[in-house]
């Protein structure tokens, strides 16, 4: 269990990471409001482990990104069924298989997820 959400959080953290890596390009000097980020339901993202890493990384860059507020949208995830080709809507990213047959054969339609749709400056 330790390990589990060690790990979660180092997933986390390398996320913040590349986000702040997208918008400080973009920020040029300016400071960072809001991030707005997609979030696809595959990436297996705990919000509060999310909002956490960010306030982590935002404090070790510079003066920009001081208190920049994270907005999170999470996306669906849709699967298709290679025995029985049923599409299914996956809202739970833990469990990934077949809604009418259960099988966990399944091809990711989208679910993965990971952008910057939009930021703020002031
Ligand atoms: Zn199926």
Same mark, same amino acid.
């Given at each position: ?21 997208? #918008? =400080? ?10 991030? /707005? ?14 909002? %956490?890493?960010?306030?982590? #990384?935002?404090?070790?860059? @510079?003066?920009?990104?001081? @208190?920049?507020?994270?907005?999170? +949208? %999470? ?6 069924? /290679? ?12 469990? #990934?298989?077949?809604? =009418?047959? +259960?099988?966990? @054969? #399944? ?6 997820? %990971? ?8």
């Amino acid at each position: 269990m330790y390990l589990a959400r060690q790990h979660g959080v180092v997933h986390e953290l390398s996320l913040c990471q590349a986000i702040a890596g997208v #918008v =400080k390009p973009h920020a040029a000097g300016r400071h960072v409001d809001v991030v /707005r980020v997609q979030v696809g339901a595959l990436r297996q993202v705990v919000p509060e482990s999310l909002e %956490f890493c960010w306030s982590l #990384v935002c404090e070790h860059l @510079d003066d920009s990104m001081t @208190d920049t507020q994270l907005e999170l +949208e %999470f996306l669906p995830a849709e699967v298709a069924c /290679r025995p029985c080709g049923e599409r299914s809507v996956i809202d739970s990213r833990w469990s #990934v298989c077949c809604a =009418k047959c +259960e099988s966990v @054969d #399944v091809e990711v339609l989208r679910g993965n997820e %990971f952008l910057v749709t939009s930021i703020e400056v002031s």
